[in-house]
C-alpha cells in the first residue's frame, strides 16, 4: 500500500506543471494599408504560453506589402527594425538570432496567414513591449503595445 501511495503522490507532482500550463490564444489581422487589427494585445498573468496567428486580409504579394508580426521590449524595438531593414525577406527583415526578439512570425503577403507559439517565461508581469511589423518602413505605422499580467 505505501508503494501505490508513494506512486501516486509522485504522479501528482509530475503531472502538477503540465496541468497549470495555460496557452493564450490570439488572432491579428493585418492589411494592405499597413494596419494592425489591434493596437494593444493583453495577456492574463496565468498564461505560461501564446499561440498567435497573423492573417494579412489584404491582396497585395509579401514582396510588395508583406507583414510579420515581431516582439520586442519597447526598449529594443526601433533598433530592431533599423537592424532589420538591412536584411532580407528571407529572414523576415530580422536580424539573425537576435536575442532582442523575443517572438516573431515569417513575413506573409495578401491572403496568407501564419502563426508562432512563444512561452511567456521570458516576459515580465507589467513589462514594457511592443509588437510590430518589421518589413522596411512598416513599423512606425504597423506597433501596437503588448500588456502581460
Known amino acids: 500500500m505505501k ?4 506512486g501516486a503522490g509522485l504522479g501528482a507532482v509530475l503531472l502538477a506543471p503540465s ?5 493564450c490564444a490570439v488572432n491579428i489581422d493585418s492589411t494592405d494599408q499597413m494596419t494592425f487589427s489591434a493596437r494593444e494585445i493583453t495577456l492574463a498573468a ?5 499561440a498567435l496567428t497573423l492573417r494579412h486580409t489584404g491582396r497585395m504579394a509579401a514582396t ?3 507583414h510579420n508580426w515581431v516582439l520586442t521590449r519597447t526598449a529594443d524595438y526601433q533598433p530592431v527594425a533599423m537592424a532589420g531593414m538591412r536584411g532580407t525577406l528571407a529572414d523576415s527583415y530580422l536580424p539573425k538570432g537576435d536575442p532582442r526578439v523575443l517572438a516573431h512570425t515569417k513575413v506573409i503577403g495578401g491572403g496568407q496567414s501564419t502563426s508562432v507559439r512563444f512561452s511567456t517565461r521570458a516576459l515580465q508581469k507589467g513589462g ?11 513599423f512606425a505605422m504597423m ?4 500588456v502581460f499580467g
Open 3 to 6: 508503494q501505490w501511495a508513494w
Open 19 to 23: 496541468a497549470m500550463a495555460r496557452v
Open 46 to 50: 496565468d498564461c505560461t504560453e501564446v
Open 64 to 66: 510588395a506589402m508583406g
Open 128 to 138: 514594457d513591449y511592443t509588437f510590430f511589423c518589421s518589413f522596411p518602413g512598416h
Open 143 to 146: 506597433k501596437g503595445r503588448l
